[in-house]
């Protein structure tokens, strides 16, 4: 079992922008209809080429709350992007964060279930989103 000092060891915390991070992934907060938004969501987009993402989440849309599907990065240095679908926070008081802990990693294990082992499943993902 790790220790905390083990963990500890490999946080790092950097002040930059998601869209400049050279990585296997990014999480990027989503809509059910995976359009893009503004703030996080558009530079996402901007950055990784807008036409060619809102191709991949067009193809892979709708997404219902408490999913998360995962496209190229295209022009972005992370090979891959994350959209994982939450709630829509109205006020608090409309049940929100009881379908956020209801809906929490139920399908996102489903969906990437094999993700990250070897070719073939970048194969598949890239084949969800409509790439080559």
């Not at 530079?43 to 999913?67: K, R, V």
């Not at 992007?81 to 009881?98: R, T």
Request: charged residues 25%.
């Amino acid at each position: 079992m790790n220790s905390l000092k083990d963990i500890a060891d490999r946080i790092e915390i950097r002040r930059s922008s998601i869209t400049d991070l050279d990585t296997d992934a990014i999480v990027n907060a989503a809509n059910e209809a995976l359009l893009a938004g503004g703030g996080v969501w558009g530079a996402i987009f901007e950055a990784a080429g807008y036409q060619q993402m809102q191709e991949a989440c067009n193809a892979l849309s709708p997404c219902a709350t408490g999913s998360a599907v995962i496209t190229p990065g295209f022009r972005l240095p992370a090979r891959y992007v994350i959209h994982a679908v939450g709630p829509v926070w109205i006020d608090g008081e409309q049940g929100e964060a009881e379908q956020l802990k209801s809906t929490s990693g139920r399908s996102s294990a489903d969906r990437f279930r094999g993700f990250g082992r070897g070719e073939d499943a970048d194969r598949e993902c890239s084949k969800e989103a409509g790439m080559k």
